[in-house]
């Protein structure tokens, strides 16, 4: 005997010792420490879903990219896109749908941090004028020769009677130039400007008819909102509006009640606002989505799991007890996994969490070994205490050596730069060697306790064993021969199988964050994906603006020079003589309270006059719809007019009114004068909200940089940061970021499936000093693997950054079934026979467990998870079906050589 | 004594008379790409639409790569007064002013405006609900925008009618209030009113709809021409090839809507016939 054996003989005695003499306290120390574990855990184990933080700080591309965010802050947003399609009228709907959906969202800041769905005058800044065209310019200061005294007017008396009276000065065509610029007006505006008067004219009716009217100053005209420009793509077929919300790190989906909000706004500006098709996207609402639908669909299967585990271990033993033994030894070792994770690193991250899964569909396993162990010496008349003697000297092994696999499997990406796999090395690792230590102390201690009880009932005879698959395995070089020809011819499938980065495709189908997702990159310039770079000063921003927009699949680019009009000094010469032209703004204070009745109805008529001229060229021009509004504002002047030379003291009704409107008006006046006197627009000039997206904490300035392509796809992504790194090496952002982590991913699991080989050869080699033995305990893994592939090869299953983290869950399980067969081979000195001992179906039941603890997830929306469950369950099948036919055959093969051999 | 010295006021009076004065010896000469828009009739003033022609002048100028500039006049005694003072190469005309004065001063015609789209005009007599149902005893005035050419405006109004009538019993004034005039026919004040297809058109958006009745309608009538002053040479060629490619411009889109035309389309044939017809004097008088 080797000395290697020597060791695990007098290891596994050594543990049976432990078990038979301390049983109870071996029960009471595991489970007060999984109680301590537990609370100490949900006290302060916390969850970060920082996605930045599942890989490394120290990284290149990751260590730019934290430093661009702590800079210029996190512009992560949710994206509301609205579909306009294309006309004026959705337009007009989309806006107003933003509207609703930001006045909701405002009183929040707990949750919403900025609303960015369109840009007012007032919010370009002093210099906002400047923001127009030199053409546009000339036409304002130009303008301003005839609307100059006319606001003077108003100035002097802002009082309604004099504002009706203004407009109808400029209506009725008195001066020459005024009238010239009323009547070449953009018809748009004056759609506006009659929509407007309407209104005012309408709210003045209600006053008028109420008998207790608002008290002064009456709120809400909505002057500051004037000439606010809607942020609709260039297409104009949708409206984005932009939200940045307040992030926990601390939750699964960091941005659910934020996300619950906006979703809320929305819902009630659909009510408010009929008609508009939107909905709600970007990187924060595709992860909560995911999330969300992982969730719903995980409970799903976990419960499926649940009742069919139950069905099974029913219909197998007979028996709940011993399964509920099993689930008891693996629930304390999730718990103290939990206390590990917390001293270790104190919390868990979007891939460590997972680890919990991953116990689940291995630890289970090794507690069946034991119990069926357990259930087939009870049959052949042991007493319980020597059953569990047995099962725990016979099944040791098997389950150390598939224990000691899948922690290579896991500790092998320790250290690696993808620090969220890292973790859940870590994590995962350390769990399996707590499922380890639970099912080969706890869970025998359990068997005997209970067993000295009598609480255990023997188990039936014919379920734990499968002897019709003896003779079908007799036939050794048959069977081989079918299944190595079968694997072999289908090894061209076996090439097909590629790698899909595509995160998009993984979501659900349907789901609205994806459709919408898919609407900006198919129909507008927008992404919620742009790359990111930094500048030292506005030359550098130009010349690399330049370079950027001159590159392949590059598509909106955004900076602080979108903020910086041109011709600034001829526009501010312009504006300087016209602002002369305007007489000093009076307090806003100065607005008169009284109402003068009888003058306030002259200025209505005036301004009927004023109309009524329009109106003839609104007729000869056919213009059908602002002829019937123009009737409409007619008659409601007539109907105001009236009633105020009827009754001039009911004119007091309008105070509040007067007041309101008089204030904003004058404030707008103030703000439009001192805009007419800016020089020029700087970056340090520009507002706060402009300046901290454009402008860094250290006075660098972003650029951002928007795909045209769909940089979902894999290859897109690529030529796209490469065709921004020939520009700029330091480019960063998400598409950097999601390039890099999906490609350190790809490598960091190859490396670990390639250290795991050499780990798990090692423990083998170390175990038996036979290399007969590696080849034939990975020869089901091998196997299982290769057919899988050609599965996947031949449905158009592609691994995915979801279900490649079925990879070392299946080393587990292939590992598992050839460990445990070779341990009972050396238990019988031969492979024959082994069908008729409990191994074959311990293997089968174990394999069975894992397959329908994921069959659930077949029927996931989750795209991700469901090719997840598809490649567990196809893996965990073919993984059995090479440890139930190929194992056995190659072992009898191999038995009957060396007999020949020896014959020899 | 006092030493006087010349006041800024008497500086600005000579600088005014000087230009007066170099301008009256210096008429400026009108290009064979400058235009005259001339629509008796149409609201507002030649101050008002000064901009929009400058705007069409600029634009041509772009296309054609001449110098153009252009005037608009909606009164009939100023467009007849700026013919012969302007010299103008080209025009657009209003129908009425076609066929009256179209011999007169040479037109020819190089393109048509497509107001709302349409490529013809039809003209409609319309009288309030309680009026005579046959025009022929309809009496008193009956004012419209198109009739300020006396002779041309019967002829175009009841183009079609056989036998032609020598006369009809109500006078025919042009308005450059076209709205007014119908409400004032709606409300009984004149006897009726005569409306082009887009005044027609926009009458539906109108109250006065239901007060009004249709009792005579034209037949198809051209719309209004674009023209040469004279036979058309190789500049107003041009002219009419750029306006004809409007339609299909981006850029001309929002001048097209302040010029109140679809576009520009080829010469409506009509035209000629228009000119015979009032040669011929087959027309009511």
């Given at each position: 005997?080797?000395?290697?054996?020597?060791?695990?003989?007098?290891?596994?005695?050594?543990?049976?010792?432990?078990?038979?003499?301390?049983?109870?306290?071996?029960?009471?120390?595991?489970?007060?420490?999984?109680?301590?574990?537990?609370?100490?855990?949900?006290?302060?184990?916390?969850?970060?879903?920082?996605?930045?933080?599942?890989?490394?700080?120290?990284?290149?591309?990751?260590?730019?990219?934290?430093?661009?965010?702590?800079?210029?802050?996190?512009?992560?947003?949710?994206?509301?896109?609205?579909?306009?399609r294309?006309?004026?009228?959705?337009?007009?709907?989309?806006?107003a749908?933003?509207?609703?959906?930001?006045?909701?969202?405002?009183?929040?800041?707990?949750?919403?941090?900025?609303?960015?769905?369109?840009?007012?005058?007032?919010?370009?800044?002093?210099?906002?004028?400047?923001?127009?065209?030199?053409?546009?310019?000339?036409?304002?200061?130009?303008?301003?020769?005839?609307?100059g005294?006319?606001?003077?007017?108003?100035?002097?008396?802002?009082?309604?009677?004099?504002?009706?009276?203004?407009?109808?000065?400029?209506?009725?065509?008195?001066?020459?130039?005024?009238?010239?610029?009323?009547?070449?007006?953009?018809?748009?505006?004056?759609?506006?400007?009659?929509?407007?008067?309407?209104?005012?004219?309408?709210?003045?009716?209600a006053?008028?008819?109420?008998a207790?009217?608002?008290?002064p100053?009456?709120?809400?005209?909505?002057?500051?909102?004037?000439?606010?420009?809607?942020?609709?793509?260039?297409?104009?077929?949708?409206?984005?509006?932009?939200?940045?919300?307040?992030?926990?790190?601390?939750?699964?989906?960091?941005?659910?009640?934020?996300?619950?909000?906006?979703?809320?706004?929305?819902?009630?500006?659909?009510?408010?606002?009929g008609?508009?098709?939107?909905?709600?996207?970007?990187?924060?609402?595709?992860?909560?989505?995911?999330?969300?639908?992982?969730?719903?669909?995980?409970t799903?299967?976990?419960?499926?799991?649940?009742?069919?585990?139950?069905?099974?271990?029913?219909f197998?033993?007979?028996?709940?007890?011993?399964?509920?033994?099993?689930?008891?030894?693996?629930?304390?070792?999730?718990?103290?996994?939990?206390?590990?994770?917390?001293?270790?690193?104190?919390?868990?991250n979007l891939?460590?969490?997972?680890?919990?899964?991953?116990?689940?569909?291995?630890?289970?396993?090794?507690?069946?070994?034991?119990?069926?162990?357990?259930?087939?010496?009870?049959?052949?008349g042991?007493?319980?205490?020597?059953?569990?003697?047995?099962?725990?000297?016979?099944?040791?092994?098997?389950?150390?050596?598939?224990?000691?696999?899948?922690?290579?499997?896991?500790?092998?990406?320790?250290?690696?730069?993808?620090?969220?796999?890292?973790?859940?090395?870590?994590?995962?690792?350390?769990?399996?060697?707590?499922?380890l230590?639970?099912?080969?102390?706890?869970l025998?201690?359990?068997?005997?306790?209970l067993g000295?009880?009598g609480?255990?009932?023997?188990?039936?005879?014919?379920?734990?064993?499968?002897?019709?698959?003896?003779?079908?395995?007799d036939?050794?070089k048959?069977?081989?021969?079918?299944?190595?020809?079968?694997?072999?011819?289908?090894?061209?499938?076996?090439?097909?199988?590629?790698?899909?980065?595509?995160?998009?495709?993984?979501?659900?189908?349907?789901?609205?964050?994806?459709?919408?997702?898919?609407?900006?990159?198919?129909?507008?310039?927008?992404?919620?994906?742009?790359?990111?770079?930094?500048?030292?000063?506005?030359?550098?921003?130009?010349?690399l603006?330049?370079?950027?927009?001159?590159?392949?699949g590059?598509?909106?680019?955004?900076?602080?020079?979108?903020?910086?009009?041109?011709?600034?000094?001829?526009?501010?010469?312009?504006?300087?003589?016209?602002?002369?032209?305007?007489?000093?703004?009076?307090?806003?204070?100065?607005?008169?309270?009284?109402?003068?009745?009888?003058?306030?109805?002259?200025?209505?008529?005036?301004?009927?006059?004023?109309?009524?001229?329009?109106?003839?060229?609104?007729?000869?021009?056919?213009?059908?719809?602002?002829?019937?509004?123009?009737?409409?504002?007619?008659a409601?002047?007539?109907?105001?007019?009236?009633?105020?030379?009827?009754?001039?003291?009911?004119?007091?009704?309008?105070?509040?009114?007067?007041?309101?409107?008089?204030?904003?008006?004058?404030?707008?006046?103030?703000?439009?004068?001192?805009?007419?006197?800016?020089?020029?627009?700087?970056?340090?000039?520009?507002?706060?909200?402009?300046?901290?997206?454009?402008?860094?904490?250290?006075?660098?300035?972003?650029?951002?940089?928007s795909?045209t392509?769909?940089?979902?796809?894999?290859?897109?992504?690529?030529?796209f940061?490469?065709?921004?790194?020939?520009?700029?090496?330091?480019?960063?952002?998400?598409?950097?970021?999601?390039?890099?982590?999906?490609?350190?991913?790809?490598?960091?699991?190859?490396?670990?499936?390639?250290?795991?080989?050499?780990?798990?050869?090692?423990?083998?080699?170390?175990?038996?000093?036979?290399l007969?033995?590696l080849?034939?305990?990975?020869?089901?893994?091998?196997?299982?693997?290769?057919?899988?592939?050609?599965?996947?090869?031949?449905t158009?299953?592609?691994?995915?950054?979801?279900?490649?983290?079925?990879?070392?869950?299946?080393?587990?399980?292939?590992?598992?079934?050839?460990?445990?067969?070779?341990?009972?081979?050396?238990?019988l000195?031969?492979?024959?026979?082994?069908?008729?001992?409990?191994?074959?179906?311990?293997?089968?039941?174990?394999v069975?467990?894992?397959?329908?603890?994921?069959?659930?997830?077949?029927?996931?929306?989750?795209?991700?998870?469901?090719?997840?469950?598809?490649?567990?369950?196809?893996?965990?099948?073919?993984?059995?079906?090479?440890?139930l036919?190929?194992?056995?055959?190659?072992?009898?093969?191999?038995?009957?050589?060396r007999?020949?051999?020896?014959?020899? | 004594?006092?030493?006087?010295?010349?006041?800024?006021?008497?500086?600005?009076?000579?600088?005014?008379?000087?230009?007066?004065?170099?301008?009256w010896?210096?008429?400026?000469?009108a290009?064979?790409s400058?235009?005259?828009?001339?629509?008796?009739?149409?609201?507002?003033?030649?101050?008002?639409?000064?901009?929009?022609?400058?705007?069409?002048?600029?634009?041509?100028?772009?296309?054609?790569?001449?110098?153009?500039?252009?005037?608009?006049?909606?009164?009939?005694?100023?467009?007849?007064?700026?013919?012969p003072?302007?010299?103008?190469?080209?025009?657009?005309?209003?129908?009425?002013?076609?066929?009256?004065?179209?011999?007169k001063?040479?037109?020819?015609?190089?393109?048509?405006?497509?107001?709302?789209?349409?490529?013809k005009?039809?003209?409609?007599?319309?009288v309030?609900?309680?009026?005579?149902?046959?025009?022929?005893?309809?009496?008193?005035?009956?004012?419209?925008m198109?009739?300020?050419?006396?002779?041309?405006?019967?002829?175009?109004?009841?183009?079609?009618?056989?036998?032609?009538?020598?006369?009809?019993?109500?006078?025919?004034?042009?308005?450059?209030?076209?709205?007014?005039?119908?409400?004032?026919?709606?409300?009984?004040?004149?006897a009726?009113?005569?409306?082009d297809?887009?005044?027609?058109?926009?009458?539906?958006?109108?109250?006065?709809?239901?007060?009004?009745?249709?009792?005579?309608?034209?037949?198809?009538?051209?719309?209004?021409?674009?023209?040469?002053?004279?036979?058309?040479?190789?500049?107003?060629?041009?002219?009419?090839?750029?306006?004809?490619?409007?339609?299909?411009?981006?850029?001309?889109?929002?001048?097209?809507?302040?010029?109140?035309?679809?576009g520009?389309?080829?010469?409506?044939?009509?035209?000629a016939?228009?000119?015979?017809?009032?040669?011929?004097?087959?027309?009511?008088?």
């Amino acid at each position: 005997m080797s000395l290697g054996r020597k060791i695990q003989e007098a290891a596994l005695e050594w543990v049976w010792r432990v078990v038979s003499r301390y049983p109870w306290q071996i029960i009471v120390a595991g489970a007060v420490l999984a109680v301590v574990c537990a609370t100490a855990s949900s006290l302060f184990l916390r969850l970060n879903a920082d996605q930045d933080a599942l890989v490394s700080k120290d990284l290149p591309y990751q260590k730019r990219y934290l430093e661009h965010v702590e800079n210029f802050g996190d512009q992560e947003y949710l994206y509301v896109v609205i579909r306009t399609r294309g006309s004026e009228e959705g337009k007009k709907k989309a806006a107003a749908f933003s509207d609703v959906v930001a006045a909701r969202l405002q009183g929040h800041p707990d949750l919403i941090q900025a609303v960015y769905h369109r840009m007012r005058p007032r919010d370009m800044g002093p210099g906002a004028l400047l923001f127009a065209s030199l053409d546009e310019a000339r036409t304002l200061a130009s303008s301003l020769t005839f609307a100059g005294p006319l606001i003077n007017g108003y100035l002097a008396e802002p009082s309604l009677a004099r504002l009706f009276a203004t407009a109808g000065d400029a209506l009725s065509g008195r001066d020459a130039t005024s009238a010239s610029s009323a009547a070449n007006a953009d018809p748009a505006l004056f759609g506006a400007a009659l929509g407007g008067l309407d209104a005012l004219l309408a709210r003045m009716q209600a006053r008028l008819a109420s008998a207790s009217p608002a008290s002064p100053p009456e709120p809400g005209f909505g002057l500051d909102d004037l000439g606010a420009q809607h942020f609709f793509t260039a297409n104009g077929q949708l409206l984005v509006m932009r939200i940045l919300p307040a992030k926990d790190f601390g939750t699964m989906d960091v941005v659910g009640k934020p996300l619950e909000l906006v979703r809320q706004a929305m819902a009630e500006a659909r009510v408010a606002v009929g008609g508009v098709e939107a909905g709600l996207t970007g990187r924060p609402v595709l992860q909560a989505d995911e999330m969300s639908t992982t969730d719903r669909d995980m409970t799903l299967a976990g419960a499926l799991a649940a009742v069919l585990m139950i069905l099974l271990f029913v219909f197998v033993l007979r028996d709940w007890l011993r399964p509920l033994l099993i689930m008891a030894s693996l629930a304390m070792a999730e718990a103290w996994t939990f206390g590990f994770a917390l001293i270790t690193l104190g919390e868990l991250n979007l891939l460590s969490i997972v680890f919990a899964l991953v116990m689940a569909g291995l630890g289970v396993g090794y507690g069946i070994h034991v119990v069926l162990r357990h259930a087939y010496a009870t049959r052949q008349g042991l007493n319980s205490e020597a059953a569990v003697r047995e099962a725990v000297l016979t099944q040791g092994t098997g389950v150390f050596l598939n224990a000691g696999t899948t922690m290579s499997a896991f500790l092998a990406v320790l250290g690696s730069d993808f620090v969220g796999l890292a973790h859940l090395g870590l994590v995962a690792g350390a769990g399996i060697l707590f499922c380890l230590l639970a099912q080969l102390f706890v869970l025998p201690a359990l068997l005997l306790v209970l067993g000295r009880r009598g609480h255990l009932s023997p188990a039936r005879a014919d379920l734990t064993s499968l002897p019709w698959l003896e003779g079908v395995t007799d036939h050794s070089k048959a069977v081989l021969f079918v299944l190595i020809l079968s694997a072999v011819g289908l090894l061209p499938w076996f090439l097909k199988v590629g790698f899909n980065y595509n995160v998009l495709e993984l979501q659900a189908k349907g789901l609205e964050s994806v459709a919408y997702e898919r609407a900006l990159v198919e129909e507008s310039d927008e992404s919620t994906w742009y790359a990111i770079a930094a500048a030292q000063d506005l030359d550098e921003v130009r010349a690399l603006k330049e370079r950027f927009a001159a590159q392949p699949g590059v598509g909106k680019i955004e900076s602080i020079l979108d903020f910086l009009p041109p011709d600034q000094a001829a526009k501010a010469a312009l504006y300087r003589q016209a602002e002369i032209l305007l007489a000093p703004v009076p307090d806003p204070e100065r607005v008169p309270a009284q109402v003068d009745g009888l003058a306030l109805a002259a200025s209505l008529d005036h301004l009927s006059e004023g109309l009524e001229s329009l109106e003839e060229k609104l007729f000869a021009a056919g213009a059908k719809e602002e002829l019937a509004r123009t009737e409409q504002v007619l008659a409601t002047l007539a109907s105001l007019s009236a009633s105020l030379k009827a009754d001039p003291s009911l004119a007091v009704r309008l105070s509040g009114l007067q007041l309101g409107l008089g204030q904003e008006l004058v404030s707008l006046l103030d703000w439009f004068k001192d805009s007419l006197g800016t020089e020029t627009v700087t970056p340090d000039s520009l507002p706060p909200a402009l300046k901290d997206i454009y402008m860094g904490k250290d006075g660098r300035f972003q650029i951002k940089i928007s795909p045209t392509g769909d940089v979902w796809d894999f290859d897109n992504l690529k030529a796209f940061v490469e065709s921004l790194r020939a520009v700029d090496p330091s480019v960063s952002g998400v598409p950097v970021g999601f390039l890099e982590s999906a490609q350190l991913m790809h490598r960091t699991f190859l490396s670990a499936g390639l250290w795991t080989l050499v780990l798990v050869s090692l423990l083998f080699i170390g175990y038996s000093r036979s290399l007969e033995y590696l080849a034939l305990a990975l020869l089901p893994l091998g196997f299982g693997l290769v057919w899988l592939m050609e599965y996947m090869g031949l449905t158009g299953l592609h691994f995915n950054l979801a279900n490649f983290f079925a990879i070392p869950m299946l080393i587990g399980v292939g590992v598992d079934g050839g460990v445990h067969l070779l341990a009972r081979r050396q238990e019988l000195g031969s492979a024959h026979g082994i069908f008729l001992t409990s191994s074959p179906m311990a293997v089968a039941l174990s394999v069975a467990t894992t397959v329908i603890g994921f069959c659930g997830l077949l029927a996931a929306h989750h795209r991700g998870l469901a090719s997840l469950g598809a490649v567990m369950v196809i893996g965990s099948v073919t993984c059995m079906v090479g440890c139930l036919l190929i194992l056995p055959a190659a072992m009898k093969l191999s038995s009957a050589l060396r007999f020949k051999r020896g014959l020899r | 004594m006092k030493q006087t010295s010349l006041s800024p006021v008497a500086a600005l009076i000579l600088a005014v008379f000087g230009c007066a004065v170099l301008g009256w010896t210096s008429p400026a000469q009108a290009g064979p790409s400058d235009f005259l828009i001339i629509q008796p009739g149409q609201p507002g003033s030649p101050a008002e639409a000064q901009p929009v022609m400058d705007r069409l002048a600029a634009y041509l100028s772009k296309k054609t790569g001449e110098t153009v500039t252009g005037k608009y006049f909606n009164l009939l005694e100023e467009g007849l007064a700026a013919v012969p003072a302007e010299k103008p190469g080209w025009g657009i005309v209003g129908l009425g002013f076609y066929a009256q004065y179209g011999k007169k001063f040479g037109l020819t015609p190089l393109a048509s405006t497509r107001p709302s789209g349409r490529a013809k005009d039809v003209w409609r007599l319309v009288v309030p609900t309680n009026g005579p149902d046959d025009w022929r005893t309809l009496t008193g005035e009956v004012r419209g925008m198109g009739l300020f050419e006396k002779k041309a405006a019967p002829c175009l109004l009841f183009r079609g009618v056989t036998p032609v009538p020598a006369s009809q019993p109500f006078t025919l004034e042009g308005t450059g209030n076209p709205l007014k005039s119908l409400r004032d026919a709606a409300k009984g004040k004149i006897a009726g009113s005569v409306l082009d297809q887009v005044q027609y058109d926009a009458l539906a958006s109108l109250p006065q709809a239901g007060e009004l009745k249709t009792i005579h309608t034209s037949a198809e009538l051209p719309t209004s021409p674009v023209v040469a002053f004279g036979p058309a040479g190789p500049a107003q060629s041009k002219i009419g090839q750029a306006l004809t490619a409007m339609k299909a411009d981006p850029e001309a889109a929002e001048l097209l809507t302040l010029l109140l035309t679809d576009g520009f389309g080829p010469p409506d044939a009509d035209l000629a016939k228009l000119l015979l017809e009032n040669e011929n004097a087959a027309c009511p008088r």
